[in-house]
């Protein structure tokens, strides 16, 4: 959760092997202007919704699935 957070409060810093550089040299990398707590906590909502509506999906697939196969399988073993 909390690398989530993080990664909402900085959106435009993304990872690059000059920010690692910076690191390593002891450079203090450009100061970003972190979101205000109203907005961050808008956009993990939004990415917590996203990431539940994904998984509740798969999980709608996988008991439907489960439910359908043995009634697929009765009606394809019966005599006709």
């Not at 970003?32 to 961050?40: A, D, G, I, M, Q």
């Not at 956009?43 to 709608?60: C, G, I, P, V």
């Amino acid at each position: 959760m909390t690398a989530h957070l993080r990664a909402s409060a900085y959106p435009e810093r993304r990872w690059s092997p000059a920010a690692d550089l910076d690191y390593v040299i002891g450079r203090e990398p450009a100061p970003l202007r972190p979101l205000s707590f109203s907005n961050l906590l808008r956009a993990y909502d939004s990415q917590a919704r996203s990431n539940f509506t994904k998984e509740a999906l798969l999980f709608a697939i996988i008991i439907v699935t489960g439910m359908l196969w043995p009634i697929v399988q009765t009606f394809r073993d019966l005599p006709r």
